[in-house]
């Protein structure tokens, strides 16, 4: 069942400009884990955050996690075009087996020279 | 690219075809993934193994048949399809069975069912 939910569907900016996605779900977690995809290839890792981290940074990448809010965030600054994608958050329910990944709908981030 | 390799990388077959989808992993993980995913709609798990069992199988229709020889080959065996099916079928594989392993992406085999 899908558990993330991706915020905004569709993000436009321009070059140097900084991204935000954000992304919600439903029930308890272990883990989020943000993903990237390019047009028609498969998702590549960029990030993962516990459920007892509120703050993570890797490069121009910095992801916050509110348990009690149950929501992530994905901030990309300082933007360039090779960031156009799109990006999902994925979830594992806290209740399960813990392996099965819920994956969102996805936010298509296009970043204009 | 990853060490995910998948081939076809794109197929299309009619409604009465058989064809398979291959999926290798390069990197000695024990667990392995097929994904579908539609347009406008969130990637949806299909199956799971773990050192060759399967361990999730997520209500998939009986015409998509999973093979698992070694913790290194996945195959996705397909026939009868219908167009509905037409889709990125996309191979994964972590470390271990959890969520708190990252999952590695092969590049997909783009489907087209006529």
């Known amino acids: 069942s899908q558990q993330g939910e991706e915020d905004p569907q569709a993000l436009s900016i321009q070059e140097g400009e900084n991204a935000t996605m954000n992304c919600s779900y439903k029930?308890?977690?272990?883990?989020l884990q943000w993903y990237r995809q390019n047009s028609g290839r498969g998702l590549v890792h960029l990030i993962l955050?516990?459920?007892?981290?509120r703050e993570k940074h890797s490069g121009r990448l910095r992801v916050t996690l509110d348990t009690s809010k149950k929501s992530s965030s994905l901030l990309i600054t300082a933007s360039r075009a090779a960031d156009t994608a799109s990006y999902f958050c994925a979830t594992d329910a806290a209740s399960s087996s813990g392996y099965a990944l819920n994956f969102g709908k996805g936010t298509s981030l296009l970043v204009t020279p | 690219e990853t060490g995910v390799t998948q081939t076809p990388r794109h197929l299309v077959m009619g409604m009465t075809n058989k064809k398979s989808l291959k999926c290798e992993q390069h990197?000695?993980?024990?667990?392995m993934y097929w994904y579908k995913q539609s347009a406008k709609k969130p990637l949806e798990l299909m199956f799971v193994y773990s050192l060759e069992e399967r361990v999730e199988n997520n209500s998939v229709p009986s015409r998509f048949s999973p093979e698992c020889p070694n913790s290194s080959h996945l195959f996705l065996h397909l026939h009868t399809l219908q167009p509905e099916d037409s889709a990125l079928y996309l191979c994964a594989s972590s470390p271990g069975l959890a969520g708190v392993y990252e999952q590695y992406f092969g590049p997909g085999t783009r489907l087209t069912v006529t």
């Open positions: 955050i516990r459920s007892n981290e």
């Open positions: 990197l000695g993980h024990n667990a």
């Open positions: 029930t308890s977690i272990n883990n």
